[in-house]
């Protein structure tokens, strides 16, 4: 059985239980901690904290706006992705690499190697790793550096077990 009157968490005053929000969880009914007004209230108003530059961000967010503009700019080298190298480690920072290769090769849909067309991935002819870090990412995603190979044409290739004639 709901009380007749019920202290809003929020606002701190004895309301009556008609003014809550009623929930069933476990099978059995019971008042929410803030009544109608506070929790619309509340869900209304987003809350801020500062960003490192000075700037308001919201809670949920790393940066402020104008930050996050600034953190997706474009990659065009490998030293540009080098940050993430540092912070993550190098498998990480070539995953922007390999994302954009995946774009380039997409309309291929299957291994050029045997033919296999449930799932392909895309090889590097030279390993990302063997480039400098002044070296284009557009130049190691070079139509030519690049193969659709299945998973165990691939795994073939990167082991030396697989020649594909280039």
């Known amino acids: 059985?709901?009380?007749?009157?019920?202290?809003?968490?929020?606002?701190?005053?004895?309301?009556p239980s008609s003014e809550f929000h009623t929930r069933k969880d476990k099978g059995y009914i019971y008042l929410k901690s803030y009544c109608k007004c506070c929790s619309s209230a509340k869900n209304k108003t987003t809350q801020y904290d500062k960003c490192s530059c000075g700037k308001n961000k919201t809670k949920r967010s790393n940066a402020c706006q104008s930050c996050t503009n600034i953190s997706q700019q474009?990659?065009?080298?490998?030293?540009?992705?080098?940050?993430?190298?540092?912070?993550?480690?190098?498998?990480?920072?070539?995953?922007?690499?390999?994302?954009?290769?995946?774009?380039?090769?997409k309309h291929i849909t299957q291994c050029q190697s045997c033919g296999y067309s449930k799932?392909?991935?895309?090889?590097?002819?030279?390993?990302?790793?063997?480039f400098t870090n002044d070296t284009l990412i557009?130049?190691?995603?070079?139509?030519?550096?690049?193969?659709?190979?299945?998973?165990?044409?691939?795994?073939?290739?990167?082991?030396?077990l697989l020649d594909i004639g280039i």
Request: proline letters at 4%; a positive charge; aromatic letters at 10%.
């Open 138 to 160: 557009s130049d190691i995603n070079d139509i030519t550096n690049l193969y659709i190979l299945c998973p165990n044409c691939h795994w073939e290739f990167d082991n030396g």
């Open 119 to 130: 799932h392909v991935e895309v090889c590097h002819i030279k390993p990302i790793s063997e």
């Open 74 to 105: 474009k990659y065009e080298t490998l030293e540009d992705i080098s940050h993430y190298r540092n912070k993550y480690g190098q498998s990480a920072a070539f995953n922007i690499v390999r994302g954009r290769a995946r774009n380039a090769m």
């Open 1 to 15: 059985m709901l009380p007749k009157y019920k202290v809003c968490a929020n606002c701190s005053t004895n309301k």
